[in-house]
């Protein structure tokens, strides 16, 4: 799927400060970031629709999404925790009243920390 | 609120068998529903979606009814394949909303 990249794919960290990256190339205005863990279903983190964000109130706040233009997504993390050890994967859609919420994804950024 | 169940997995199948998956739906709106495929190593794809009540939706020799009156969205292949094998998420949409919720993802393992 070359249609949204993320960068990187893989990460290792200790308590560091990193930033994922995700970029689509459908001409769609709304974006997001989910987490995946291990055999658990997609989780929303963050979704901007026309570069207003909706935020999921139960991400730390240590995760800061920023949305330079309408087809870019970065999601920078603070201090990792163990906790967040998993893959995450910038989605887009078209909004709009005739949406019906399809999803594209990227492929994912999978994050291991130490 | 809006909420899908799904079949819990994994369930596994030898190739030539048929697959059901069940899946039931909970919203207060008229949602859209969809059946997400995740093969090992990659996001989410989309399988096929049905915007409205009463209609089938396909593809691959997949197919579910959405059933409005029953509220069930159920997977169905006559004859699954070993490459068939991946995670089936179940979803909705509430109408005109970006937000998808997903169902817990059902693994399907096809043995030769």
């Known amino acids: 799927n070359t249609k949204i990249t993320q960068s990187p794919r893989y990460l290792i960290l200790g308590r560091a400060n990193k930033s994922l990256e995700c970029e689509q190339h459908?001409?769609?205005?709304?974006m997001y970031w989910y987490k995946q863990s291990a055999e658990k279903p997609p989780e929303l983190m963050f979704l901007?629709?026309?570069?207003?964000?909706?935020r999921n109130e139960t991400v730390p706040s240590r995760f800061i999404p920023e949305c330079p233009d309408s087809s870019k997504l970065l999601l920078h993390i603070s201090a990792v925790d163990p906790e967040d050890s998993a893959v995450y994967f910038c989605?887009?859609?078209?909004?709009?009243?005739?949406?019906?919420?399809?999803?594209?994804f990227g492929e994912g950024s999978k994050l291991t920390v130490l | 609120g809006d909420s899908v169940t799904q079949t819990e997995g994994p369930v596994t199948l030898s190739e030539g068998t048929s697959l059901t998956v069940n899946c039931s739906y909970e919203?207060?709106?008229?949602?859209?529903l969809f059946w997400y495929v995740q093969y090992p190593g990659e996001g989410p794809q989309l399988l096929f979606k049905?915007?409205?009540?009463?209609e089938k939706g396909s593809n691959r020799g997949f197919e579910a009814t959405y059933n409005k009156e029953a509220t069930s969205f159920h997977l169905q292949k006559a004859s699954v394949q070993e490459s068939d094998s991946a995670v089936y998420y179940c979803?909705?949409?509430?109408?005109?909303?970006?937000?998808?919720?997903f169902g817990d993802g059902t693994q399907l393992v096809v043995k030769p």
């Open positions: 989605a887009s859609s078209q909004s709009g009243t005739t949406n019906t919420g399809q999803l594209y």
């Open positions: 459908l001409g769609h205005n709304a």
């Open positions: 901007y629709n026309l570069k207003q964000l909706i």
């Open positions: 919203t207060k709106q008229y949602p859209t």
């Open positions: 049905v915007p409205k009540a009463n």
């Open positions: 979803a909705l949409t509430p109408n005109s909303n970006n937000r998808i919720f």
